[in-house]
């Protein structure tokens, strides 16, 4: 804890005048504004049982948790559309992983920045202009006639929409509760991120039965919806002592982390040392997508003496609270891992039940009850049923859970199937996230205090994001490297036409089943038992190189239990 994040923090008497001058402004006995204010919410209050919303009325969170599933709902649908968008867009495996990256990137770019905009102009304009903007978005994703229209639009304007929806969320929670009830709080929030796990079965057989043009547009009908009960949340205005909005750290941090984003999802297509057939252009002859990341890390270390300058002004985009503490540090590591996880998972999975292992999006789309019923109760009723409960110990439980899980996963691959093993490892999976989920919000939250809390929403938010986008572009590319790999050394040892192998090299980090890649080989004019070989090589290639990304994923969350030593413990009685 930084003593200089509340240096100039007046005395404030008694809890409720706190939340009174987070949600409405300053209030003085001689300022006629400040009075109305307080009248305005005093008649909520009434409203709502006699109680003040901060201490009282749940009303408002359920409006958060609709938002919440419907930020996360959208991610889902985008997951099931794989057949649907390669059928009518013509869109690869590729394309698809870039309009899921779009938006975790974009989101992740500037939700931090989000949370600055929430406490300037107010939580609760901000959510609604971020709701705005993701029923415009789903409305031109359901319209696209082209992957490229669905991902630089759609996925775009969603992805702006979600970095001011999401800090709000998070940010209105640490506003609005306060101790336990701010545990049970954000318990909810994480348990409607996890409910949302359970929305492909819905979006699932709407897609199956008219595609992804009437998915998208019911989710701009639900987004129209919520937008609409935002009349339920209490008026916010700025915050009281902020000086000046953080532009130049805004603008810095959006492009370190959209460069060191972008070359990370693009691993896989313009190649990570030598440029592939794909790569738009290069830098000294070499790849640019690890320059591009390295030229992001570069800026995003800029920030650090960019926020020192801005702290003395009451407006840094990252409060020196949250550049200091390594309370902070570990509790973000704790949001963003589970994400890791999952934008992996998807990535990692869905693309092989259906190209490969022939599922409809309606089985996928079930495969989520697994990992998403443990998820929603852990997430939702742990911090409620069991407040005494060691948080740290809880959260280091989850990421071991989730390791085992990835460990299952890899045992349960198939050639052109799936095996128990990967059901047991997809369920040990939701019972890992929803643990860490149940806590890690919290623990950010309660690392930092007063109106560094409110804004933590859109720093969570981006680590939120941040990691979906790392783990959909790592899990991604370690895929398609091993298949190309695997595959270009099991068709080298074969007896087959090297100029025949060189193009089916070509493809073969594709994922397909073997009657569709025996046909695509015949089109190269590959002979009918050429073919077949070659289609045997690709399937074998296929699972072995997921069986080795999901252990790699194991790794990789074994590694962040490290880094989990400084959470702070938010248990009741501790």
Not at 89 to 105: K, N, R
Not at 401 to 406: E, G, K, L, Y
Request: with cysteine; aromatic share 6%.
């Amino acid at each position: 804890m930084c003593p200089a994040a509340d240096r100039d923090r007046p005395t404030i008497p008694s809890v409720s005048r706190v939340r009174a001058i987070s949600l409405e402004g300053p209030m003085t006995s001689t300022n006629p504004a400040a009075e109305t204010s307080r009248a305005t919410a005093r008649r909520r209050s009434e409203g709502a049982g006699g109680r003040e919303p901060g201490t009282g009325s749940w009303a408002p969170l359920a409006v958060l948790v609709l938002a919440q599933i419907g930020t996360s709902s959208d991610n889902a649908a985008m997951n099931i559309a794989v057949g649907s968008l390669t059928a009518e867009l013509g869109a690869t495996l590729g394309d698809i992983q870039m309009a899921t990256t779009v938006f975790s990137l974009i989101a992740g770019a500037f939700m931090i920045a989000g949370g600055l905009i929430g406490v300037t102009i107010g939580l609760r304009r901000t959510m609604r202009i971020g709701l705005a903007l993701a029923v415009l978005g789903e409305v031109v994703a359901a319209c696209a006639f082209h992957i490229a229209v669905l991902t630089w639009g759609g996925r775009a304007l969603m992805g702006v929409g979600a970095c001011l929806v999401t800090p709000s969320v998070l940010g209105l929670v640490a506003a609005l509760y306060e101790g336990r009830r701010r545990a049970v709080a954000f318990g909810a929030i994480a348990g409607a991120a996890a409910l949302s796990t359970l929305s492909p079965i819905v979006l699932g057989a709407i897609m199956d039965a008219a595609g992804f043009r009437v998915t998208f547009a019911v989710l701009a009908a639900y987004f129209a919806l919520v937008l609409g009960t935002t009349a339920l949340l209490p008026a916010s205005a700025p915050q009281a002592g902020r000086k000046r909005f953080d532009v130049a750290g805004m603008a810095v941090a959006a492009a370190g982390l959209t460069l060191f984003l972008l070359g990370t999802s693009r691993l896989s297509t313009w190649g990570v040392v030598f440029p592939m057939a794909g790569c738009p252009f290069t830098v000294a002859g070499l790849s640019p997508a690890l320059p591009l990341m390295a030229a992001g890390l570069l800026l995003l270390a800029l920030l650090v003496p960019i926020e020192r300058a801005a702290e003395a002004a009451g407006g840094a985009l990252i409060p020196r609270s949250y550049l200091a503490s390594p309370a902070v540090r570990s509790g973000l590591l704790a949001v963003a891992m589970p994400f890791f996880f999952m934008g992996a998972q998807g990535i990692l999975i869905t693309p092989y039940l259906m190209l490969v292992a022939g599922f409809s999006a309606m089985q996928s789309g079930m495969l989520s009850l697994l990992s998403g019923i443990p998820m929603f109760c852990l997430a939702t009723f742990l911090p409620k049923l069991a407040p005494r409960l060691s948080s740290r110990l809880i959260i280091r439980i989850g990421l071991a859970a989730i390791v085992a899980a990835c460990l299952l996963m890899a045992l349960g691959v198939e050639q052109e199937a799936v095996g128990a093993a990967l059901f047991a490892g997809t369920m040990l999976g939701g019972i890992g996230v929803g643990a860490v989920n149940s806590q890690a919000n919290n623990a950010v939250a309660s690392a930092v205090r007063g109106r560094d809390a409110e804004q933590s929403g859109g720093i969570q938010g981006a680590a939120r994001n941040i990691g979906l986008a790392l783990g959909t572009a790592v899990g991604g590319t370690c895929l398609l490297l091993a298949m190309a790999t695997l595959f270009a050394s099991g068709a080298a040892e074969a007896s087959i036409a090297g100029d025949l192998v060189r193009t089916a090299a070509e493809q073969g980090s594709t994922l397909m089943g073997p009657e569709a890649f025996a046909e695509l080989a015949a089109t190269w004019g590959a002979a009918p038992a050429d073919g077949a070989a070659l289609a045997a090589i690709h399937s074998q290639a296929q699972a072995d190189a997921l069986r080795l990304t999901f252990g790699l994923l194991g790794a990789v969350m074994a590694l962040s239990l490290i880094g989990t030593r400084h959470l702070v413990e938010t248990a009741a009685g501790r």
